[in-house]
């Protein structure tokens, strides 16, 4: 006898480049309270290794996987997520797991460092990778630190002056993390043939680190019919913690539910 699983299939959210689930703070109780099972793991290697000389994009891929293979009951597939460098390492865990995905979801997904936001000098990253001396640099993080609301960028200045990070993630990024990152992309983009699960993304119109014209060749680029693009007008980079929170948390759970229902139906259809 087959046993039916639960009305809404599990969520798996990854958090920004070398930061921590704390970025999900502000949303995981509305979710928790309107139905939505999620988890906000922290990654090996990935989550808050500010520190990590060494750091592999691959170990990070594997890492992710072996959290998605632990997470789901049974073999009932699971939903991912991720904001910033999250929504790229969800993807990237999304190629590489043979647990069938049942829906992705990119948040501020982080594929081109072109905004307004960035440094002009950002450039010269590259010259850092191919020398060798990403090793010795890291990007010190900048005002408005991905926040439109005052009164969130407030407290996050504030945090990160206490503590050298905060709910947007670390101060500062190693560039050999950084590099790892920019191959992580590349070979998401590569292989986005291979993703074949709904996808929504949702990217902030004023977005400062990437444009929401990147975001869009990106979408354009998904081969397939179910995908959603829902642009935000109040917020900047980090929409879980900013104006727009309220309405991320509804398009989640709006996709997550949608997403559960159409499996449901799929596989376990009603008998006549």
């Not at 990106?218 to 917020?235: I, M, R, T």
């Not at 900013?242 to 229902?261: I, P, Q």
């Amino acid at each position: 006898m087959q046993v039916q699983p639960t009305s809404s299939l599990p969520l798996a959210l990854f958090h920004g480049l070398l930061s921590s689930p704390q970025e999900f703070g502000l949303i995981t109780h509305w979710l928790r309270n309107n139905g939505v099972t999620h988890l906000a793991p922290t990654v090996p290697g990935y989550t808050l290794a500010v520190d990590e000389q060494s750091p592999d994009w691959r170990n990070w891929q594997s890492a992710a996987v072996d959290i998605v293979d632990t997470f789901g009951n049974g073999d009932e597939p699971i939903i991912l997520g991720g904001l910033c460098m999250g929504g790229v390492l969800a993807a990237a865990a999304a190629l590489a797991t043979r647990r069938k995905i049942a829906g992705l979801i990119l948040m501020s997904p982080t594929f081109d460092y072109d905004g307004w936001g960035l440094s002009p000098t950002r450039h010269l990253r590259h010259f850092g990778y191919w020398t060798g001396l990403d090793r010795f640099f890291s990007v010190t993080e900048r005002e408005p630190y991905g926040v439109k609301s005052p009164k969130i960028r407030k407290w996050v200045i504030r945090e990160m002056a206490e503590r050298a990070s905060s709910a947007v993630g670390p101060s500062r990024i190693p560039l050999r993390a950084l590099r790892e990152g920019e191959r992580m992309m590349a070979h998401v983009r590569a292989h986005l043939a291979d993703i074949d699960c709904p996808v929504l993304i949702m990217h902030a119109r004023e977005d400062e680190i990437t444009t929401l014209a990147s975001v869009q060749r990106l979408f354009d680029a998904l081969p397939q019919h179910d995908k959603e693009l829902a642009v935000l007008e109040n917020s900047y980079h980090m929409i879980t913690i900013d104006n727009d929170r309220h309405e991320v948390s509804r398009l989640v759970e709006r996709f997550v539910k949608r997403v559960s229902t159409e499996y449901l139906a799929s596989n376990f259809p009603v008998a006549a």
